[in-house]
Nanobody, 122 residues
Framework: VQLQASGGGLVQAGDSLRLSCAAS????????VGWFRQVAGKEREFVAA????????RYSDSVKGRCTISRDTAKNLVYLQMSSLKPEDTAVYYC????????????????WGQGTLVTVSS
């Protein structure tokens, strides 16, 4: 499975942004999906995740209420809709999928995307 994240860019505080993650090789319906982010010099941190069924979604406290994870199985895409962006949301965002676990913490998940940079100016 290959994951290609896109949609990052430079935005101002308060703006909205939607990240996309395109999967190839297998259907996303076979996986739980998630998003992590990483700031240079810091550990990768969990942002949002969705179970394989789609019924269970989880968010970090730092983005809860401002982000929504969704999945379009027909297009094999995962989205992260972000709103009310803050400078502290600046990071490289990675999509991740796993066939067995909901990716919410540290772990050796099945596949990672290459990351897309989000920069939020104040």
């Amino acid at each position: 499975v290959q994951l290609q994240a896109s949609g990052g860019g430079l935005v101002q505080a308060g703006d909205s942004l939607r990240l996309s993650c395109a999967a190839s090789g297998r259907s996303l319906s076979s996986f739980a999906v998630g998003w992590f982010r990483q700031v240079a010099g810091k550990e990768r941190e969990f942002v949002a995740a969705m179970s394989k069924s789609g019924w269970d979604t989880r968010y970090s406290d730092s983005v809860k209420g401002r982000c929504t994870i969704s999945r379009d199985t027909a297009k094999n895409l995962v989205y992260l809709q972000m709103s009310s962006l803050k400078p502290e949301d600046t990071a490289v965002y990675y999509c991740v999928v796993d066939s067995a676990r909901v990716p919410v913490g540290g772990g050796d998940y099945d596949y990672w995307g290459q990351g897309t940079l989000v920069t939020v100016s104040s």
